[in-house]
């Protein structure tokens, strides 16, 4: 048998742990613990979705609990999170297919937080304000690029999105990634947080065809008095900002119906979508085929929660980190699944999903930690047990 076509949880695991030496600059000279060590157990932190302290209780062998935390605290601070942030992005296209490289491709831009419950200042702990969720309007976020092609779906860049930065902002550092990257750019697709009057300026002047989701405002007024007959349509809409602009752009009104149907739960009803065309000349059923794609970025995120650590760390570096470490993990799976599941037929290849999911990709890495430190297996009482 050829042994190039088998994938081990060792294999898995020297993967990852060789992405993340190559690319991040976290280093342990101690004479028990070494850098491997320390990425191992950032690696079993992700995979696991636990702690530095609950992993470290877990292994035998040189790995302190205490001794990682001084590790990360030291080498991972709020002074190198842009040279974080540059080696995550470099990392996350390290193992590309070359074929994304032959046309242009669908993008996708999303904003993802993760609440924060802490009492330090927004200029210190670096969080954002947002709408109330999780008990909290407090929230570390980043933004992704993401790139829409069917079986190889790979975020292209991240960035971490300060209380100071703009909408605009985030959207002209991750353009500019995917512009480094030489990856032509043929619709980028945008939900409701990025419909502002700003945002649809800048990409009319940058040429960029996008679609943006329009938020349903008003009560007899606004957005809401374009959701009206039986069938969708397309008309112009004039928006007004705070600051006196106002913006006049192509809105794509879609009349759709619920799931209910299909899921036989609740009463099947009509409701409504609004679309916003920048650079593009699309009808309402072309529309609705379209934005349909963009929710597989979505889905990039639920995976991610599938293999992010937790921490109740008031460094906001190692909380970028971990939410990094989430996306960047999901790219070497999506990397590994393509080169080991694929099946012969006629025509294209099958890609065998089932085959290597993402449950089994955390559990390899796992295992192949505890088999090479060994982990708590038994218990010892110290008195005989009073029944």
């Given at each position: 048998m050829n042994n190039t076509l088998i994938l081990t949880d060792d294999a898995v695991l020297m993967e990852a742990?060789?992405?993340?030496?190559?690319?991040?600059?976290?280093?342990?000279?101690?004479?028990?613990?070494?850098?491997?060590?320390?990425?191992?157990?950032?690696?079993?932190?992700?995979?696991?979705?636990?702690?530095?302290?609950?992993?470290?209780?877990?292994?035998?062998?040189?790995?302190?609990?205490?001794?990682?935390?001084?590790?990360i605290n030291e080498e991972v601070c709020v002074e190198e999170m842009p040279k974080l942030e540059a080696a995550i992005n470099k990392a996350l296209t390290a193992k590309l297919p070359h074929r994304i490289w032959r046309c242009p491709q669908d993008i996708a831009l999303d904003m993802h937080d993760r609440p924060y419950y802490g009492k330090t200042r927004a200029e210190e702990g670096l969080?954002?304000?947002?709408?109330?969720?999780?008990?909290?309007?407090?929230?570390?976020?980043?933004?992704?690029?993401?790139?829409?092609?069917?079986?190889?779906?790979?975020?292209?860049?991240?960035?971490?999105?300060?209380?100071?930065?703009?909408?605009?902002?985030?959207?002209?550092?991750?353009?500019?990634?995917?512009?480094g990257l030489r990856i032509g750019c043929r619709r980028l697709l945008l939900d409701r947080g990025f419909a502002g009057i700003d945002v649809q300026a800048y990409l009319q002047e940058a040429q960029i065809p996008a679609l943006i989701a329009c938020p349903i405002r008003g009560k007899s007024g606004g957005t809401r008095s374009l959701c009206r007959g039986r069938k969708g349509y397309r008309?112009?809409?004039?928006?007004?900002?705070?600051?006196?602009?106002s913006r006049t752009a192509d809105i794509v009104v879609c009349r759709v119906f619920t799931t209910s149907k299909r899921t036989k739960r609740g009463k099947r009803r009509a409701t409504w979508w609004l679309f916003i065309q920048v650079n593009l000349d699309l009808s309402p059923r072309q529309v609705r085929r379209l934005y349909r794609r963009r929710f597989g970025i979505e889905t990039s995120y639920r995976c991610a929660a599938q293999v992010r650590g937790w921490t109740t760390?008031?460094?906001?570096?190692?909380?970028?980190?971990?939410?990094?470490?989430?996306?960047l993990l999901v790219n070497i799976w999506m990397s590994l699944r393509w080169l080991f599941c694929q099946r012969p037929r006629r025509g294209k290849r099958h890609l065998d999903t089932k085959l290597f999911q993402l449950n089994r990709f955390a559990k390899f890495i796992i295992r192949a930690i505890q088999r090479h430190y060994g982990c708590i297996r038994q218990i010892t009482a110290i008195v005989e047990?009073?029944?």
């Open positions: 742990n060789k992405t993340l030496a190559e690319h991040l600059e976290l280093e342990a000279e101690g004479y028990k613990c070494t850098t491997s060590d320390l990425l191992n157990v950032l690696l079993n932190v992700a995979a696991d979705r636990g702690t530095i302290e609950s992993v470290c209780r877990d292994l035998f062998g040189p790995v302190d609990a205490e001794r990682i935390r001084q590790y969080w954002v304000r947002g709408r109330a969720k999780d008990g909290t309007t407090r929230f570390y976020r980043i933004a992704t690029v993401y790139l829409l092609l069917n079986n190889l779906r790979f975020t292209l860049g991240i960035c971490f999105v300060l209380p100071e930065m703009s909408t605009v902002t985030v959207v002209q550092r991750l353009l500019q990634r995917v512009k008309t112009c809409h004039t928006f007004k900002g705070a600051n006196g602009q760390s008031p460094n906001p570096a190692y909380r970028f980190l971990l939410m990094a470490l989430a996306v047990p009073v029944m």
